[in-house]
């Protein structure tokens, strides 16, 4: 479901969320995926913030150089529209 297989993982690096899943101990792993799918937990994890935000840092990871420089360009033209809109309402 995730990508990730099962395997041990150190109580210190795990972040937690506010989603649960009601599972046995010792869960196999069908009865996992069939827990998070009932409860729709993954479609809930993408809209949060955290996951857009590591969304968008796979993204930008995996942009080209083209697709860097179109975003260059895009970033340059909303500063100075928003630095004409500044100095028009200064005055």
Known sequence: ?????RHMM????????DF??????????????????????LKKWSETAWAKKLAAK?????????ERFKVMVARKKRAKEVKAVLKKTKK
């Open 1 to 5: 479901v995730t990508g990730v297989p």
């Open 20 to 41: 649960r899943v009601k599972i046995g101990r010792g869960a196999r792993e069908k009865t996992l995926k069939k827990a998070l799918e009932t409860d729709d937990t």
């Open 10 to 17: 150190p109580v210190r690096r795990l972040s937690l969320t």
């Open 58 to 66: 796979k993204t930008r990871a995996n942009m080209t150089d083209f």
